[in-house]
């Protein structure tokens, strides 16, 4: 096992949160650029949208 594919492993109890990067990305980016700050954009019931994944 790879050191990254243990600390993926870890982090993300084996569930890979790369299909939602784009919306975690796209959530951020304006909110950043619009100085409204992330909980503008949270929503916690969009696992890609939860200010823990979005901070």
Not at 10 to 25: A, W
Not at 35 to 47: D, F, K, S
Request: with cysteine.
């Amino acid at each position: 096992m790879h050191t990254s594919e243990c600390a993926e492993t870890l982090v993300t109890d084996g569930t890979s949160t790369l299909q939602d990067l784009p919306l975690s990305v796209t959530a951020v980016l304006p909110a950043q650029a619009c100085n409204i700050g992330l909980a503008a954009v949270a929503a916690p019931e969009v696992r890609a949208l939860t200010l823990s994944r979005l901070s």
